[in-house]
Structures are given as C-alpha cells and as structure tokens.
C-alpha cells in the first residue's frame, strides 16, 4: 500500500514536471497572446486548478479594459464575454483596481468574497477562486490578466509565481506585438518617404526639361509673332488680314502652352490680390461660350456674391479655364444633354468653388493619377496630360487644395479651396498717357537672328530707326558709341548675362531704366531676383508686338508720382 502511494507521488511528480516544461514552451514559443493563453490554461489546470484565462487590454482614450482573448470557455461563456469592457472610473470593481494600482490580487472564494462589476463579469468570475495581475510595459500597466478556477480554497505561492510567470510573459508578447506594429509602421513611413524622394527628383528632372523645351519654343513663337505683325502692316489685303488674324490666333495658343509648362515647371511667386470668384468664372465661361454653345451644354451657376479668394487671377482663371474645359471634352463625347453646375460657397476661412458636370465620369483607377504629368483619359491627340497637373500645382501654390470625385453612375465634380479674404476685389481702370512709340533710336540684342529680324522690321515700320546685336560684347559696344531711347535685350545672351550686362549699363547713367528685359522663362529664381532688385521692364516670350508698343509708350511716356516696373 505504501509502496503504491510512493509510486502515485512519483508519476504526479513526473505529470507535474510535464505540465511545467509544456507551460514553459508556450510561454517561449513566440506565438501570440491567444496561443499562449490557450497552452497555459491546458498545461496550468493540471498544476494549480486555474483553467480559465482573460486577457483584457486598456484603451488610453476612453479608460477602458477591453477583453480580447480568452481561453477554457464554454461557448455560452465565450459570446458572453465578447464585448467585456470594464471602465477604470468604477473603483469597486477588481479588474479597474488591479489596472489602476498595478498589483495583483487574488480570491479564495469568489462566492462569499464575489469581485464587484457589472453583472456580464459573471460569465468569468463563476464560483471558485480568482486571480487578477497587471500586464506592463517598462513599468506601464497596459491591461490585466484574469484568472479563474472551479474550486475554492487558498491560492499557493508555488501557483501564484506561475501565474505570475504568465502575465510576465503575456506582457512581453503584447510589448514585442507593439514594437513590431510599430518597426511596420516607421517601414511603411520610410518607404512612403523614399516614394516621395524619388518622385520629387523626377518631377524636378521633369521641369528642367519642360523649361528647357518652353524657352526653345518661346523664341520662334517671339518671331513668328513680329513677322505676322509685320505682315499685317504691309499688306492691306482683307485676304491677308485675316490669314494674318489666324496665325496671331495660334501662336496665343502655343504660348499658352508654353506659359501652362513654364507654371508647371517651377513655382512662381504669384501676384495675389482680392479677386472676385464670381467675375472671374463668369470670365471665364464668356472665354468658352463657344464651345458650350457648339456642344449644347447648359450652365447652371450658383455664385455666392461675397466669395473672394486672395490669389492671382491670371492663375486662378487658368485653372478655371482648365477645370471647365475638361468637363466640356467630356460631355461633347456622350449623347444626352451635358449640365455644367458651378457653386462658390464661402466655408470658414476658405473660398470654395465646385464645378460638377454629368458626364461619363472617371474611373476608379483613373480619378487617382489625373493630377500626375502626362495622365491623361482622353484619346490620342486631344490632351498633353498637362491641364490638371499645372491646375494642382497653381492651387498647392496659393496654400489651396484641389481634388476629384465621380460617381459610380456618372459625373464628376471638382473641389477647390483657395484662402478667403474679406470684401469685393478691386478693380483698377488704365488711364491713357499721351506718349509715342515712333521716331525713337532702338538697340535689339538678342541671340536669335529671327527675334532680332522680326522686331526690328515692325520697330522700323513704325518709323523708328533700330539697330541689332547678337552679343552683349556688340551692345556694349554700340551704347558706347552713341545713345538710344530704347534698349531691348534678352536676359541669356551667349556671352554675357543680365546681371552682367546691368552692371555696365549703370556706368551709363539712366541707361537700365529705359532697357526692356525680354526672356523665354522669367519664371526662374533666379530672373525674378534680378528683376525686382533692379526695377527693370521686362516682356517674356513669346509676346504680341502690341505688347512691345504698349511697354515703349510705358517708357517715354511722362514720369508718373508712383510706378511698378514689375509688370508685363
């Protein structure tokens, strides 16, 4: 009899050993909170009698525990504690106070020593004994673990420590889960930033080229311009008029172009002032009537009469022109009537202007790459994919924001937000200045044979007397020679440039201030710079001969009290 007890104590020891090594092997298998749980309620119930385990975890925001993992359930009990949360305000309660005060307490009995909580905690705490530890991180409590047993009775110290050795290791795994999430999280922020990084130096290595192509057009649209101008002189053919008419016409066009690759390119310091949300979109509806004419389209307009944005409305009427100009392609593709509806709203501290059709719509994949350079969903020919992209960088620019949204059924609408400012825009009426843009000495110096050829044919028409240069060492030489009215000089000249040329001029008393600076991309830094630390005129190519006339009158014309020689 004796022997047979020593031989039962001897197997309980061997069990016991088991359980232990089994509970330590979930504890350091690296798997989850769940996992672990689950093998330590299968290996602890057979060494300390506790086989039902809560894992509850706090949410700092609203100073809850919230029960996320369970093991030795019924599933009754199981759907019962689905949901469990346990507010740390209410003091009475065992959970709240362990979590609170971050030390473990244990029940012998929960049936005359019940742990206080609502009554969904009866689907954990049953009759038997309890035991509630803190789970913390560096000091931290981040939640509790919940321990139960059917039978009453006291809680050894040996089974204690093993509970203990539980939450420990419990914390350990929520600590490594936190630090993993968070090792993803920084991954994904660094991958998003070398995204960023990457497409940030192909946008810059775009807008070098896309300068670099618009200053190439800029000077043969600059001649193309003057000969047509020249022609229109010299022929008085009504034949010839209009031809002439109809080459001006596309060379605005081509210099739009190149002006919208230009603002693409690089961000300009943009002249903002009060504008009128309302006068600039009726602008720019009167711009397109054609169009919506031609394609029957209706425009429905709820303009608020109050809505002002500080921005520059050169640009702003850009983007408008861009934004409608689209919604028109897009109905004049589709058989039923097409609606443009257009809302300016004034929203807090922004002007919000929504411009909505009801045509086919973007697609899903597509309505995500519109604002990207050269994305385009038009057919071949009818789009260089860089209306949107321009529209986005005139907006970002102004501290606006543009964005896009179709709807599954049909249409699209467009969200711009631009900075609001108090008040109506004011408008500024020209006084004409007695002055003459005839009878004058003129230098040209610029590099291309067909600016200096075209600008000196329509100057010399107009009865002035006009040399040219092809150097800035030539126009040195010419203005030490002898004086002129008016100088009109390229700011990249293959020899010298503007600064240069500037710096012997003011040897030359009042000679930079009858200069006219042109340039087939002022847009620069650097251009910018020079031309507002001198004062200097400047015409940016490709410009219409009126233009120039206009800027000589400027010139001669009498000394007013006030002037801003900034201005094209």
Not at 59 to 76: I, P, R, V, W
Not at 310 to 323: G, R
Not at 367 to 381: D, M, Q, R, S, V
Not at 537 to 542: F, I, N, Q, R
């Amino acid at each position: 009899m004796k022997r047979q007890k020593q031989k039962e104590t001897q197997v309980e020891v061997i069990d016991r050993k088991t359980l232990l090594r089994g509970v330590t092997a979930a504890l350091a298998s690296g798997h989850g909170v769940g996992e672990q749980i689950s093998t330590a309620a299968a290996c602890l119930g057979g060494i300390t009698g506790f086989e039902r385990f809560a894992v509850l975890l706090l949410n700092e925001g609203d100073k809850k525990l919230l029960f996320t993992h369970g093991a030795g359930f019924k599933k009754s009990a199981s759907r019962a504690l689905k949901g469990w949360t346990v507010s740390l305000s209410d003091e009475d309660n065992l959970l709240a106070r362990v979590a609170a005060t971050g030390t473990c307490e244990y029940r012998e009995d929960t049936g005359t020593d019940p742990p206080a909580g609502t009554p969904g905690n009866g689907a954990f705490f049953t009759a038997g004994a309890a035991a509630v530890l803190p789970l913390s991180i560096k000091g931290k409590t981040v939640g509790v673990l919940a321990a139960g047993r059917p039978a009453p009775g006291p809680i050894p110290e040996q089974s204690r420590a093993l509970l203990q050795s539980v939450s420990s290791r419990i914390s350990l795994t929520i600590e490594n889960t936190l630090l993993q999430k968070s090792l993803s999280t920084e991954a994904q922020k660094l991958r998003n930033a070398r995204q960023h990084i990457v497409q940030a130096e192909k946008f810059s290595a775009l807008g070098l080229l896309i300068a670099s192509v618009a200053h190439e057009i800029n000077n043969p649209l600059t001649g193309i311009m003057g000969y047509a101008e020249a022609l229109r002189k010299m022929s008085g053919a009504p034949e010839s008029q209009t031809m002439v008419d109809k080459i001006l016409k596309e060379a605005d066009r081509a210099k739009r172009i190149t002006r919208s690759m230009l603002g693409f390119a690089r961000k300009t310091n943009f002249k903002k002032s009060p504008v009128d949300l309302e006068d600039l979109l009726d602008k720019t509806l009167d711009a397109l009537s054609a169009e919506i004419s031609k394609n029957r389209i209706s425009v429905r307009k709820y303009l608020s009469s109050d809505c002002v944005a500080l921005a520059d409305a050169d640009q702003l009427l850009q983007v408008f022109f861009n934004v409608l100009n689209n919604a028109i392609q897009a109905l004049a593709e589709q058989k039923q009537d097409g609606v443009i509806r257009i809302e300016t709203t004034r929203e807090g501290s922004l002007a919000v202007v929504r411009i909505r059709d009801n045509g086919p719509g973007i697609g899903e994949e597509s309505i995500k790459n519109i604002f990207l350079p050269f994305f385009t969903t038009k057919k071949a020919g009818t789009g260089t994919g860089l209306g949107l992209p321009i529209a986005s960088n005139i907006i970002e620019s102004h501290g606006g924001r543009i964005r896009a949204e179709s709807a599954a059924q049909g249409g699209t609408t467009f969200h711009i937000q631009l900075p609001a400012v108090a008040g109506k825009s004011a408008r500024h009426s020209s006084v004409g200045v007695s002055c003459s843009d005839q009878g004058l000495n003129i230098l040209i110096v610029d590099d291309e044979a067909a600016i200096r050829e075209s600008l000196r044919d329509i100057l010399t028409l107009q009865g002035n007397r006009v040399d040219t240069a092809g150097t800035g060492t030539d126009a040195l030489t010419l203005l030490r020679r002898g004086s002129y009215d008016i100088i009109i000089c390229d700011m990249k000249l293959p020899d010298l440039q503007s600064e240069s040329i500037y710096k012997q001029m003011q040897d030359m008393g009042d000679t930079i201030k009858k200069t006219i600076f042109i340039s087939g991309d002022t847009s620069s830094q650097e251009a910018h710079d020079f031309l507002r630390t001198t004062g200097a005129h400047y015409l940016t190519k490709p410009f219409h001969p009126k233009d120039l006339h206009r800027k000589i009158r400027d010139i001669t014309a009498p000394p007013k009290k006030t002037s801003n020689h900034f201005a094209a």
